[in-house]
């Protein structure tokens, strides 16, 4: 399930903030800006891919079943580089760039599993925020001068051969 602590939403803290983040990202279109100025979710369309976590400043949106700090020192400590919503994820886009990044400097090499995002029915804003975020992250890899590198190849781990 999908939370919202809307004390958190910048929203929330600024009347005239306009950020929509949540809103945009959402592939189902489960989170309108409400009368309220604050996110509403729609709990029946929601699929709790948490793009919409990733992508709030704030971090207002959580997952009851999935987090991404926790799967942050999960990750870092596994021998395992490989990050895919067949093994691990929800979805790729649950991750921020800021996850991304941590997580390629400690692994030196991440790799994201693209392979099943071509016929994924989230795809529609998911695959395009997962482009957006590995490529902000390759760029300030390589503006902080850091040899880590987060690759996006075709493995569709779990798909019969």
């Known amino acids: 399930m999908l939370n919202l602590s809307a004390g958190k939403c910048v929203r929330s803290l600024s009347v005239e903030s306009e950020c929509n983040k949540c809103e945009v990202v959402c592939p189902t279109n ?26 709030c400043p704030t971090e207002a949106f959580t997952l009851d079943e999935f987090s991404p700090t926790n799967f942050f020192f999960d990750f870092i400590e596994d021998e395992e580089n490989l990050i895919s919503c067949r093994k691990n994820v929800p979805c790729i886009s649950a991750l921020s760039v800021e996850h991304i990044i941590s ?27 997962i482009l957006k975020n590995h490529e902000e992250a390759t760029y300030l890899l ?20």
């Open 103 to 129: 997580m390629a400097v400690l692994k030196k090499e991440i790799v994201f599993d693209m392979g099943h995002c071509d016929g994924c029915d989230i795809a529609s804003t998911c695959h395009k925020q």
């Open 30 to 55: 489960a989170i309108a800006i409400g009368t309220s100025n604050i996110p509403a979710i729609n709990f029946s369309t929601c699929v709790t891919c948490g793009a919409c976590g990733a992508v």
């Open 142 to 161: 390589e503006s902080m001068e850091n040899e880590a590198t987060v690759k996006l190849e075709n493995i569709e781990i779990g798909r019969a051969s």
